[in-house]
């Protein structure tokens, strides 16, 4: 699999990063981020280019961020008041920053683009450090679904449109719940290629990791509009709060 390297992902998608998520619901995503913090301070592990970040601090909560790619914190401090977030780049498995937080952020299946269990449980702790007692480590991750893989392998296409067609190759590796994926964004100026590796975990196995490092699963919805996960549901947010008194 090769040694892990937290800034890979950033080198080839910082300059387009924010065309590609324009469809993501951020503002129903700042705004339930924005109750649970409680108008406490929020840390934000891949704080990236600041799509949650800004509004959150817009609204007037103290944020602070890590982030493994020196290429997207620069996208965010050419942004206007990215210059104000204080961020530390590197691995968010890891890497402590000063102060403790009412809530940790850790959204759009960023906790997959760690390598390992063993990574993802050291990121399950660090963020238990990072808060305050009773605080909260909210997570937005997709529902594994091997089942729709098949002889493991997969092409989807993810959008079309007059300027822009994205289509997504991915090979899973049932033995290491680990998925290899490679978008290719073809535009009027040319193909890019768009590396992002996933160790995929089930929800439940996620709950495990928040037990281990003293938290408790508070929440689990199906978005960040509060729906109720059931058996359909594709993606989830989950909240954990910290069992420390």
Same mark, same amino acid.
């Given at each position: 699999?090769?040694?892990?390297?937290?800034s890979?992902?950033?080198? =080839?998608? $910082?300059?387009v990063?924010?065309?590609?998520v324009?469809?993501?619901p951020?503002?129903?995503a700042?705004?339930r981020?924005?109750?649970?913090a409680?108008?406490?301070?929020?840390?934000?592990?891949g @704080?990236g =280019?600041?799509?949650?970040a *800004?509004?959150?601090a817009?609204?007037?909560l103290a944020?602070?961020?890590?982030?493994g790619?020196?290429?997207?914190? $620069?996208v965010?401090?050419?942004?206007?008041?990215g210059d104000?977030i204080?961020v =530390?780049?590197?691995d968010f498995?890891?890497?402590r920053?000063?102060?403790?937080?009412a809530l940790v952020?850790?959204?759009f #299946?960023t906790?997959?683009? *760690?390598p390992?269990?063993?990574a993802? %449980?050291?990121?399950f702790? #660090?963020?238990?450090?990072?808060l305050r007692?009773?605080?909260?480590?909210v @997570?937005?991750a997709? %529902?594994?679904?091997?089942?729709?893989?098949?002889?493991r392998?997969? !092409?989807?296409l !993810?959008?079309?449109g +007059?300027?822009?067609?994205?289509? +997504?190759a991915?090979r899973? &590796?049932?033995?290491?719940?680990?998925?290899? =994926?490679t978008?290719?964004?073809?535009? $009027?100026?040319? *193909?890019? !290629? *768009?590396?992002?590796n996933?160790r995929y975990a089930?929800? &439940?196995?996620?709950?495990?990791?928040?037990r !281990?490092?003293g938290m408790a699963?508070?929440?689990?919805?199906?978005?960040?509009?509060?729906?109720?996960f059931?058996?359909?549901?594709?993606?989830h947010?989950s909240?954990?709060r910290?069992?420390?008194?």
């Open positions: 699999m090769g040694e892990f390297d937290a890979a992902y950033g080198q =080839t998608i $910082a300059d990063y924010d065309e590609m324009e469809h993501l951020t503002g129903p700042v705004e981020v924005f109750r649970l409680g108008g406490g301070p929020v840390l934000e592990f @704080i =280019t600041g799509r949650l *800004l509004p959150l817009a609204r007037g944020v602070v961020g890590v982030d790619s020196p290429d997207m914190v $620069a965010l401090r050419d942004k206007p008041g104000r204080p =530390t780049v590197g498995s890891e890497v920053v000063e102060g403790r937080f952020l850790l959204a #299946n906790v997959f683009a *760690l390992s269990q063993e993802q %449980v050291r990121c702790h #660090n963020a238990a450090a990072h007692p009773g605080g909260r480590f @997570i937005e997709w %529902v594994p679904d091997p089942a729709s893989f098949r002889d392998t997969s !092409l989807r !993810l959008s079309v +007059e300027d822009e067609v994205v289509v +997504e991915a899973l &590796c049932p033995a290491e719940q680990f998925m290899r =994926t978008k290719l964004r073809m535009t $009027a100026d040319g *193909l890019r !290629l *768009l590396p992002a996933h089930w929800p &439940c196995e996620l709950d495990l990791m928040a !281990l490092a699963r508070e929440h689990r919805w199906a978005d960040w509009s509060g729906a109720a059931t058996d359909d549901s594709r993606a947010v909240v954990y910290s069992m420390e008194s």
